[in-house]
């Protein structure tokens, strides 16, 4: 092989590894049904995933939203035109009774369900203010 062929074909090696993207589940689901099933590869730079949930209700006399699975009415994962790039976020609003949740992030697989627990810092805070109160 001669230099030209050697360089063009590190250049497109290189920027193949691109072109691939990231991965995001891709799929929609009707009431309390998880939809992890699927997954597709979107572009990066432009695209990114995306989660967008619908909870019909979920807001108590505070005016705090809870999001619990047994509200949910739908939910779509899939790849999207991020509004901000790279930044990881997510956005909500309500109408008719009806919360929608979305969210965007950039890494593989990032729209899949994560359950929240209460890591150790946390736990510990909670309990030294308490200690402090009583």
């Known amino acids: 092989m001669n230099y030209p062929q050697c360089v063009v074909i590190q250049i497109v090696s290189i920027y193949s590894a691109y072109t691939a993207g990231i991965t995001c589940y891709e799929c929609s689901s009707g009431i309390a049904q ?33 999001n619990q699975r047994d509200r949910t009415m739908a939910m779509y994962r899939g790849c999207a035109v991020l509004p901000i790039a790279e930044a990881d976020r997510c956005q909500q609003f309500s109408i008719l009774g009806y919360r929608i949740v979305t969210c965007f992030c950039f890494n593989d697989f990032c729209n899949g369900y994560t359950p929240s627990k209460p890591t150790f810092v946390v736990v510990l805070s909670v309990i030294f203010y308490l200690a402090y109160i009583i």
């Open 34 to 66: 998880d939809c992890l099933l699927s997954s597709i590869s979107c572009t990066y730079g432009l695209f990114g995933c995306m989660k967008a949930t619908i909870y019909s209700g979920g807001i108590d006399k505070f005016g705090n939203y809870m």
